[in-house]
């Protein structure tokens, strides 16, 4: 069909039958509709006259258009697809672009009659909210002052009425179809047991001790919350609005209370999940778990019973742990406080934060004079001390507890600069309660870690592949034997201090958060080496075994019962908030629309013809400008709350360091020189443009993995500043660090550069915009048309945006696969071998297997029923043929491992003391191919991510020239 008076332009429209009657109505067909540009090439000169600029297709019918059905759930096996079947029932594509996006216009009733083009499609992300609840006391100082259980029960017991309510109402509200009433039946099932845990959690608190920690910990978190709501604020704590939880935080807590507080009960090894969207308030949730926790620990064991590592918080990435030990350090001196007002109660030695991370971030050693190790706290503090324009010897630049920045008086080296044990961390300020004599209860550094043992630690997963090389480890897991006024001490440290009557209790919780960044290779490790962990936390009570409770988090997760089986050993998962029939509201939570809170606004750009470079290029000044002219327009820095603010800073997101570094050029060079006079730009007959001149920073900020942790923490507190300060940022260019961890409010523009590999990155990523309540955030998605994926993503942009988190990719996790067995087996074997045997835990104690060997049966036992254990799917006979498998893999390395230890005067695990030969070597050790084959069998990792060795790789073409990268 030719196009009126178009001169050339004809449409061609394909009809074609759809035989599956099962799937759409008799009769229906698929129509697919191209405009063609059939008009004679002009000159050179003339050529755009030729072409066809910003054409539009609009399709309207008088009958609804019949949507393309999603096959996806319709009669597999899982779980997950079948939810998301039920939930998305309402959500369908009715139309997909052909090098173009499409758009379907859906009616106010359901149905939809007209389907259009769109060059730039938008998408809007409506936000996820924390519901309120009526008639349930919220404050957390209101609860912490109720005198008795049953008040506390007439608080908060409207919560569970409400939710059985809602309960109700759902049921009558289920959809029809046989097979999505079974989910949503089960749907509320869980619903119910989760009501019913609440009420379990409230019934509780009639145990005195239980009711005092909950009481404690609801006044030591709103005392936290009132504090950092003074940092970088000329407020007092007392000026802040009263503290409140959010009705889901309030309620996982409460659901949690008898796990913890009965270690018999079976909640114990349930794996409650937390499942929210990003910015929604998990941290906050766990934070009041961990509180309780720790406060209970001291009622229940008082004296030094009650010391040791209770609360272990697991992160994978750096800017993550970063983020959380600010937060986490001011519950931690709120509790401190609490403890010195009442020490008859809450016992002597002091709440206390560890940070147990790589070098990298924090001084793994305090070091001596003369060692030359300028990773050491004593190198790093000292550098500190005499320029503190350096980088702070620890990953905290702010006092947590007021916000003061420390100087170079804030830390010390005890009891003497020149062969430290400690390092003293105190505020700056005079007013502070946490100088002087005060320190804060923050502890950084290995040495002293192992040997203080915070109530309450950080850590990333990969520190735990040091257990087999570091005999001091099992401290954390209580395995200690003596203590005096300075700490406690494992057998590596034998005769020091006086004895204690049994260990300490080992970790009574653990926290995983963002558990869907557990996944891959890295997950793969993580869990074979959870096998040693698990044991070495497990504890006998009654003749029951007792291992802590596991609470993990994260925001996009698929089959997370399948992860956690494979990662924890644990069956049982609950997730929280249950979701409901409807994906829009599950009591706790709900999804409100654009016109009521703002949602997250996502465009997307695909330029045919056009190098994806370019693309960023006119983007970043588009945007740059733009946003500098509003910027003006609104008053400018005279304008405290100048609203263009959030979209002054500019995010880029790329998928890799390859890519951020050629965007980084065009950033420094182009950006920069073109933006000082992009005002000039202007429609034709147009006086003024939409765009202001502007001078950005000659190097664009960077959060990648290649920037040192203090470069990291700088950048960080640097976005937090608003465009009217002198520590501003225009642009930060980002790589998937910033997918967890990057919690800053303000934060309202991001351009990502090609679509991310996976929708739970796009998710994650993306989510770091658009969380201030009175702003919404965009996302400009940049895609590359000659990629399928992209192209894909492009065409169906505002469909796939309706359901992205259905989209989010299922994790694999495979801790005993043949591969992971031939890294790892061997670590955890000596690991549990050396940290579960005091016998066998000091350094030189390696060659003693030949007098225990007998003593490390349950070495075996452990390894072996783990991998029974960790994969439901698999069958009896597989799962028995594997138990055997591993349990020989173990039985032969101890077995080895007497043979060495034979014929050997000495041996020690690494060197460390002496001469005496290595046990374990690292994979990548020259030394290790001159050793025989059977003791090359003693290999552990150093980081769980060294998954394969480094390769270098060079390109070249016929004529043996070599090809530049950017030719690839």
Same mark, same amino acid.
């Given at each position: 069909?030719?196009?009126?008076?178009?001169?050339?332009?004809?449409?061609?429209?394909?009809?074609?039958?759809?035989?599956?009657?099962?799937?759409?109505?008799?009769?229906?067909?698929?129509?697919?509709?191209?405009?063609?540009?059939?008009?004679?090439?002009?000159?050179?000169?003339?050529?755009?006259?030729?072409?066809?600029?910003?054409?539009?297709?609009?399709?309207?019918?008088?009958?609804?258009?019949?949507?393309?059905?999603?096959?996806?759930?319709?009669?597999?096996?899982?779980?997950?697809?079948?939810?998301?079947?039920?939930?998305?029932?309402?959500?369908?594509?009715?139309?997909?672009?052909?090098?173009?996006?499409?758009?379907?216009?859906?009616?106010?009733?359901?149905?939809?009659?007209?389907?259009?083009?769109?060059?730039?499609?938008?998408?809007?992300?409506?936000?996820?909210?924390?519901?309120?609840?009526?008639?349930?006391?919220?404050?957390?100082?209101?609860?912490?002052?109720?005198?008795?259980?049953?008040?506390?029960?007439?608080?908060?017991?409207?919560?569970?009425?409400?939710?059985?309510?809602?309960?109700?109402?759902?049921?009558?509200?289920?959809?029809?179809?046989?097979?999505?009433?079974?989910?949503?039946?089960?749907?509320?099932?869980?619903?119910?047991?989760?009501?019913?845990?609440?009420?379990?959690?409230?019934?509780?608190?009639?145990?005195?001790?239980? #009711?005092?920690?909950?009481?404690?910990?609801?006044?030591?978190?709103?005392?936290?919350?009132?504090?950092?709501?003074?940092?970088?604020?000329?407020?007092?704590?007392?000026?802040?609005?009263?503290?409140?939880?959010?009705?889901?935080?309030?309620?996982?807590?409460?659901?949690?209370?008898?796990?913890?507080?009965?270690?018999?009960?079976?909640?114990?090894?349930?794996?409650?999940?937390?499942?929210?969207?990003?910015?929604?308030?998990?941290?906050?949730?766990?934070?009041? #778990?961990?509180?309780?926790?720790?406060?209970?620990?001291?009622?229940?064991?008082?004296?030094?019973?009650?010391?040791?590592?209770?609360?272990?918080?697991?992160?994978?990435?750096?800017? #993550?742990?970063?983020?959380?030990?600010?937060?986490?350090?001011?519950?931690?001196?709120?509790?401190?406080?609490?403890?010195?007002?009442?020490?008859?109660?809450?016992?002597?030695?002091?709440?206390?934060?560890?940070?147990?991370?790589?070098?990298?971030?924090?001084?793994?050693?305090?070091?001596?004079?003369?060692?030359?190790?300028?990773?050491?706290?004593?190198?790093?503090?000292?550098?500190?001390?005499?320029?503190?324009?350096?980088?702070?010897?620890?990953?905290?630049?702010?006092?947590?507890?007021?916000?003061?920045?420390?100087?170079?008086?804030?830390?010390?080296?005890?009891?003497?600069?020149?062969?430290?044990?400690?390092?003293?961390?105190?505020?700056?300020?005079?007013?502070?309660?946490?100088?002087?004599?005060?320190?804060?209860?923050?502890?950084?550094?290995?040495?002293?870690?192992?040997?203080?043992?915070?109530?309450?630690?950080?850590?990333?997963?990969?520190?735990?592949?040091?257990?087999?090389?570091?005999?001091?480890?099992?401290?954390?897991?209580?395995?200690?034997?003596?203590?005096?006024?300075?700490?406690?001490?494992?057998?590596?440290?034998?005769?020091?201090?006086?004895?204690?009557?049994?260990?300490?209790?080992?970790?009574?919780?653990?926290?995983?958060?963002?558990?869907?960044?557990?996944?891959?290779?890295?997950?793969?490790?993580?869990?074979?080496?959870?096998?040693?962990?698990?044991?070495?936390?497990?504890?006998?009570?009654?003749?029951?075994?007792?291992?802590?409770?596991?609470?993990?988090?994260?925001?996009?997760?698929?089959?997370?019962?399948?992860?956690?089986?494979?990662?924890?050993?644990?069956?049982?998962?609950?997730?929280?908030?249950?979701?409901?029939?409807?994906?829009?509201?599950?009591?706790?939570?709900?999804?409100?629309?654009?016109?009521?809170?703002?949602?997250?606004?996502?465009?997307?750009?695909?330029?045919?013809?056009?190098?994806?470079?370019?693309?960023?290029?006119?983007?970043?000044?588009?945007?740059?400008?733009?946003?500098?002219?509003?910027?003006?327009?609104?008053?400018?820095?005279?304008?405290?709350?100048?609203?263009?603010?959030?979209?002054?800073?500019?995010?880029?997101?790329?998928?890799?360091?390859?890519?951020?570094?050629?965007?980084?050029?065009?950033?420094?060079?182009?950006?920069?020189?073109?933006?000082?006079?992009?005002?000039?730009?202007?429609?034709?007959?147009?006086?003024?443009?939409?765009?202001?001149?502007?001078?950005?920073?000659?190097?664009?900020?960077?959060?990648?993995?290649?920037?040192?942790?203090?470069?990291?923490?700088?950048?960080?507190?640097?976005?937090?500043?608003?465009?009217?300060?002198?520590?501003?940022?225009?642009?930060?260019?980002?790589?998937?660090?910033?997918?967890?961890? #990057?919690?800053?409010?303000?934060?309202?523009?991001?351009?990502?550069?090609?679509?991310?590999?996976?929708?739970?990155?796009?998710?994650?990523?993306?989510?770091?915009?658009?969380?201030?309540?009175?702003?919404?955030?965009?996302?400009?998605?940049?895609?590359?048309?000659?990629?399928?994926?992209?192209?894909?993503?492009?065409?169906?942009?505002?469909?796939?945006?309706?359901?992205?988190?259905?989209?989010?990719?299922?994790?694999?996790?495979?801790?005993?696969?043949?591969?992971?067995?031939?890294?790892?087996?061997?670590?955890?074997?000596?690991?549990?071998?050396?940290?579960?045997?005091?016998?066998?835990?000091?350094?030189?104690?390696?060659?003693?297997?030949?007098?225990?060997?007998?003593?490390?049966?349950?070495?075996?036992?452990?390894?072996?029923?783990?991998?029974?254990?960790?994969?439901?799917?698999?069958?009896?006979?597989?799962?028995?043929?594997?138990?055997?498998?591993?349990?020989?893999?173990?039985?032969?390395?101890?077995?080895?491992?007497?043979?060495?230890?034979?014929?050997?005067?000495?041996?020690?695990?690494?060197?460390?003391?002496?001469?005496?030969?290595?046990?374990?070597?690292?994979?990548?050790?020259?030394?290790?191919?001159?050793?025989?084959?059977?003791?090359?069998?003693?290999?552990?990792?150093?980081?769980?991510?060294?998954?394969?060795?480094?390769?270098?790789?060079?390109?070249?073409?016929?004529?043996?020239?070599?090809?530049?990268?950017?030719?690839?």
């Amino acid at each position: 069909m030719d196009v009126p008076n178009s001169d050339g332009l004809q449409l061609v429209v394909s009809v074609r039958s759809v035989t599956s009657e099962e799937l759409v109505p008799a009769g229906t067909r698929s129509v697919s509709v191209f405009l063609v540009n059939h008009r004679r090439p002009s000159p050179d000169q003339k050529r755009d006259a030729a072409y066809a600029f910003q054409t539009n297709l609009i399709i309207q019918t008088a009958d609804s258009f019949v949507p393309r059905p999603n096959l996806r759930g319709r009669d597999g096996d899982d779980w997950d697809e079948k939810v998301a079947d039920l939930q998305y029932r309402d959500d369908y594509e009715y139309a997909v672009g052909h090098n173009v996006s499409a758009i379907a216009v859906a009616n106010p009733n359901g149905g939809c009659q007209e389907v259009r083009t769109a060059w730039i499609p938008t998408a809007d992300v409506e936000k996820v909210i924390a519901t309120q609840v009526k008639n349930v006391e919220v404050g957390m100082e209101a609860l912490a002052a109720a005198p008795t259980a049953e008040t506390l029960r007439n608080l908060l017991s409207p919560m569970v009425s409400a939710y059985s309510q809602w309960i109700d109402e759902q049921r009558v509200k289920c959809p029809t179809g046989q097979k999505r009433l079974g989910v949503a039946k089960d749907l509320l099932d869980r619903a119910g047991i989760a009501k019913d845990r609440i009420a379990a959690g409230l019934k509780v608190l009639d145990d005195p001790q239980v #009711l005092d920690a909950f009481r404690i910990a609801n006044r030591a978190i709103a005392l936290a919350i009132r504090q950092r709501a003074t940092h970088k604020k000329n407020i007092t704590p007392e000026s802040v609005a009263p503290p409140t939880w959010r009705p889901f935080q309030l309620a996982f807590l409460l659901m949690n209370l008898v796990g913890i507080a009965n270690p018999e009960h079976s909640d114990r090894e349930l794996v409650d999940l937390l499942f929210f969207p990003t910015g929604g308030g998990k941290t906050e949730a766990y934070l009041g #778990l961990a509180a309780f926790t720790l406060v209970l620990r001291r009622l229940r064991h008082p004296g030094i019973d009650s010391a040791g590592l209770s609360v272990l918080m697991r992160y994978t990435l750096r800017l #993550l742990t970063l983020d959380q030990l600010g937060r986490a350090a001011t519950m931690i001196c709120a509790l401190e406080l609490e403890r010195e007002q009442d020490v008859e109660k809450l016992g002597k030695w002091p709440f206390e934060i560890g940070l147990w991370v790589g070098q990298a971030a924090t001084p793994n050693r305090m070091g001596k004079k003369g060692d030359n190790d300028e990773n050491s706290a004593r190198s790093r503090t000292i550098a500190f001390q005499n320029n503190d324009r350096k980088p702070s010897p620890i990953p905290l630049e702010n006092c947590p507890w007021c916000g003061t920045k420390f100087n170079r008086n804030s830390f010390q080296l005890l009891p003497n600069p020149d062969q430290p044990i400690d390092l003293r961390i105190s505020c700056a300020n005079r007013r502070c309660h946490f100088r002087g004599d005060r320190p804060l209860p923050v502890l950084a550094v290995d040495e002293p870690i192992y040997r203080r043992l915070p109530c309450f630690m950080i850590a990333t997963v990969d520190k735990f592949a040091s257990l087999p090389w570091v005999g001091e480890t099992g401290a954390l897991f209580g395995r200690v034997e003596r203590h005096d006024k300075d700490g406690f001490y494992s057998p590596v440290y034998p005769g020091r201090g006086k004895a204690l009557d049994a260990d300490l209790p080992p970790p009574d919780l653990i926290i995983q958060d963002e558990l869907h960044l557990i996944s891959g290779p890295l997950g793969t490790m993580v869990g074979l080496y959870e096998t040693a962990i698990d044991a070495l936390c497990s504890r006998e009570i009654n003749g029951q075994k007792i291992r802590p409770k596991i609470v993990a988090s994260t925001a996009t997760v698929r089959r997370a019962t399948k992860q956690i089986q494979a990662l924890f050993g644990r069956n049982e998962v609950d997730v929280f908030p249950p979701p409901g029939p409807d994906r829009r509201d599950s009591f706790f939570a709900k999804t409100v629309p654009a016109q009521e809170k703002n949602a997250r606004t996502y465009v997307g750009i695909a330029a045919q013809g056009r190098s994806l470079k370019v693309v960023l290029l006119r983007t970043y000044l588009a945007l740059l400008g733009v946003a500098q002219k509003e910027w003006l327009v609104a008053g400018g820095d005279k304008n405290p709350d100048n609203p263009a603010d959030p979209y002054m800073t500019l995010l880029g997101y790329f998928n890799s360091l390859r890519e951020l570094g050629g965007s980084r050029r065009i950033v420094e060079d182009e950006v920069n020189s073109r933006l000082i006079g992009y005002s000039k730009r202007k429609r034709v007959g147009k006086s003024s443009g939409l765009f202001a001149d502007r001078k950005i920073d000659d190097e664009p900020e960077e959060l990648t993995s290649r920037v040192s942790t203090s470069e990291v923490a700088d950048t960080k507190s640097r976005l937090e500043a608003t465009f009217d300060q002198k520590e501003r940022v225009d642009v930060v260019l980002a790589t998937n660090m910033i997918s967890v961890g #990057l919690d800053i409010t303000r934060l309202g523009l991001m351009v990502v550069l090609g679509q991310p590999k996976t929708a739970a990155e796009y998710i994650q990523a993306t989510s770091r915009v658009g969380r201030d309540e009175e702003r919404p955030g965009l996302v400009v998605t940049l895609l590359n048309v000659h990629r399928p994926r992209d192209r894909s993503h492009y065409e169906r942009f505002f469909a796939w945006h309706a359901t992205f988190y259905r989209a989010v990719e299922a994790t694999s996790v495979t801790p005993f696969s043949p591969r992971a067995i031939d890294r790892g087996i061997a670590a955890i074997t000596v690991a549990l071998a050396r940290l579960g045997h005091s016998g066998m835990t000091a350094p030189l104690r390696a060659i003693d297997i030949l007098q225990h060997r007998n003593e490390l049966n349950f070495v075996i036992d452990a390894i072996a029923l783990r991998a029974e254990m960790h994969d439901k799917e698999l069958d009896a006979g597989d799962a028995e043929a594997l138990r055997q498998k591993v349990r020989g893999r173990v039985q032969d390395l101890l077995d080895l491992w007497v043979r060495i230890a034979g014929e050997k005067i000495n041996l020690q695990y690494q060197r460390e003391v002496g001469e005496a030969p290595p046990l374990l070597f690292d994979p990548l050790d020259p030394e290790l191919e001159k050793k025989p084959l059977e003791e090359r069998k003693f290999k552990a990792q150093r980081s769980l991510r060294d998954v394969e060795p480094t390769v270098n790789l060079w390109v070249r073409n016929p004529d043996g020239f070599e090809v530049e990268e950017e030719e690839l």
